[in-house]
């Protein structure tokens, strides 16, 4: 079943303020592998010129891919996660993500496509602290594949 | 003016994996259930994308200078990195060639990564601040 393509444009209402923890950042930071001072430190990061310390790049993914349940749990949307698997992702910082950040998500919807019996969907995610300082903004494209490629 | 950047190898365990759902959130079983991953037809346990996004984001890190230098960052998944369950596991291999200063002095970085000598990762970019 295609998408529903009227969920092109749309926005959803910002979601509750994410209040982004230290031991998160160090927890993400370890996952990865990455020891850099930085991302462990609150006075390395300081040092740098930050409040506390520094997220990784691919970090906001961790708050993203649950604010944009609002947009694929949408049973509208006709999307069936478990054909989809992830076809890009791509960040544009503002800056980086720091501890004691309070970040909402504002969801959009910027294309759904087909081709060759595939479905795709981008969405594009504003993520802003709760003062309104932009931050990060976000896009996923997902790829829910053909029923007939299943298994 | 292309400029080769150092080639850095990521080794990733299944254990890798469950530690990245937790950091995460990312509990798709594809990534931790043998059963499950080869009942939705893939060849086994694989590697969250963004597992192979991060390490190639730490390799750009590295090349930079500094953690806080991505400015822009993005990736196309084109193949799945399948981790088998060994002490071993798999290797990624992330390489990077320097494609130009763009006019307000950031660094252009086109990056290759691959598994098993085969890529995962196409139009993987990233501009960065070097410090």
Not at chain 1, 48 to 63: C, E, K, L, Q, R
Not at chain 2, 43 to 62: C, D, E, F, K, S
Request: charged share 25%; glycine share 10%; with cysteine.
């Amino acid at each position: 079943m295609p998408l529903d393509p009227s969920f092109v444009g749309r926005s959803w209402p910002p979601t509750e303020p994410y209040l982004v923890g230290r031991e998160k950042i160090r927890e993400f930071a370890t996952a990865i592998g990455a020891t850099d001072a930085e991302y462990h430190d609150p006075a390395a990061a300081r040092a740098a010129g930050y409040a506390d310390v520094v997220a990784p790049p691919t970090f906001p993914v961790a708050i993203t891919m649950s604010a944009s349940r609002q947009i694929i749990d949408d049973p509208a949307l006709g999307l069936d996660y478990s054909r989809v698997v992830h076809g890009d992702q791509r960040f544009a910082y503002v800056r980086p993500v720091v501890a004691g950040d309070a970040l909402v998500c504002v969801n959009s919807v910027d294309e759904i496509t087909t081709r060759g019996g595939h479905d795709f969907i981008t969405t594009r995610t504003e993520v802003t602290t709760d003062a309104g300082e932009p931050v990060v903004t976000v896009w996923s494209k997902l790829v829910q594949r053909g029923e007939e490629d299943h298994g | 003016m292309a400029e080769q950047l150092p080639t850095q190898t990521f080794r990733v365990t299944r254990a890798d994996l469950v530690r990245y759902a937790g950091a995460s959130g990312d509990f798709n079983p594809i990534h931790w259930s043998e059963r499950f991953a080869t009942s939705v037809g893939l060849p086994g346990v694989i590697a969250h994308g963004m597992y192979t996004m991060a390490l190639a984001g730490r390799a750009v890190g590295v090349w930079a200078g500094a953690p806080d230098a991505v400015v822009e960052y993005g990736v196309r998944f084109t193949r799945p990195v399948p981790v088998p369950d060994t002490d071993e596991g798999t290797e990624v291999v992330v390489s990077g060639v320097i494609k130009g200063v763009t006019d307000d002095g950031l660094t252009k970085i086109e990056i290759t990564a691959t598994c098993e000598g085969e890529r995962v990762l196409a139009l993987a970019r990233a501009t960065v601040r070097k410090r």
